[in-house]
């Protein structure tokens, strides 16, 4: 790649990355607006993915996620990770041509993975004691709403709905404004 | 008498009188800023409110109306949502959100984009092999206050061609104003690249440093008066 268009690559970076912190850094401040930002996030990165060199998107998302990670705290530094490893897969997908049916449910696979491992790891630290003895105190409450079984099964159900969703949300505005770059001659 | 440092064509000018060392003023933005993220009573946050109010009128910021009586109201009205339950928190938040919104008005007022680039040049001087980090580092800083008026442009663009407000609820406004803000800020980043290397600059040199401010005694005890009621507050009050 050519010096100019390194040059041209980084600046693109660093306002779209301008663009991520400034709704990352309004999380910090207001929790709830995680479920606005989980389909805005990723396509910030999702973008990054598709049409920069490989190299230089890790760095710039190893800046975002540091500087969420140093600055703005633990939790919104792991949700600034979920939100651009579930961004730069689907990006990445995109680029090595996938089709639709396959890069959305990898997509979603990959945003439910992180999704559960980090309510299992936020669970785990929070209570101080591993998930299984956590699900063990709590087997009595289970029993009322139908069981351990019954009650896994909904989560892991409702879960994977909701990483489809967000997952057709993200791929949809991804395209959108690719469609939008290639029209105006920014993207080939 | 020594000429004053040079600034970037088109910067804004840092307002008036003594202005206080980068270093201190960002050590003290980040020290309130998780002072303010830590506090989670309403009285603490009132305080902190009532600083930040006074910071702003020390640096010469104009009052905004609707801050002011939001930023009071909103710790009080807080502290009536005895036991701490949702509503409390969400109250207590948006506060925070307003406080840390002021500091972030009052550093923005008194620091100018050339004085933060100037700060980080110096480091690029050093480690010629971080100029890449530091022109993508340098370039976020320098366009994240322009961001705000992107987005505030394609609201208003969505706003015209809906033709109401309540346009703004729904879902597809949003998808369409981050459509618009995106699109926008590639093709911005295509013409800032063309013009940055039109003027020369290469990454393999990296960025010329520039003469920067002085760090004076003055500086340091400055730092330390400002930031002492901030940590009066939360170790008496938390």
Known sequence: MSERGRLTAYTQMALLNAIALSLISVQAIFSPTFLLLLWIIPVIFAIQATI??????????????????????????????????TGTTAGTLRRWKWPAALRIPMTALVLAAMLAGGFVAGLTLVLGQSINSTLAEAQPYFQLIGGTRTLLLNLALGLAGLALIFSVAIDTLTSGILSRLALRGAVV | MSAPPPTLPGARQPLPGPTLHL????????????????????????LYAALALLAGIAARLPLRSWLVPLLAALPLVAALFEPAGFLQTLLLGAGRLLCVLQLLLIFGATTTITEVLNMLTLFASRYTALSELLYLLSSTLAVLPSIRQDVRKSMDVALLRKGSRKTLLSVGTWASVLTDTLVRAILRGQRLADAVADRGYRLSVGLTPLPSQRFRLFDLFAGLALLLPGLLIFGVLR
Not at chain 1, 67 to 78: P, T
């Open chain 2, 23 to 46: 270093a201190i003023k960002l050590i003290l933005l980040l020290a309130y800023v998780t002072l303010l993220l830590l506090s989670r009573q309403p009285i603490p946050l009132l």
């Open chain 1, 52 to 85: 920069m060199p490989l190299r230089l998107v890790l760095l710039s998302c190893l800046i975002v996620a540091g500087i969420a990670l140093l600055i703005l705290g633990l939790d919104v530094g792991a949700t600034t990770l979920l939100y651009v490893l």
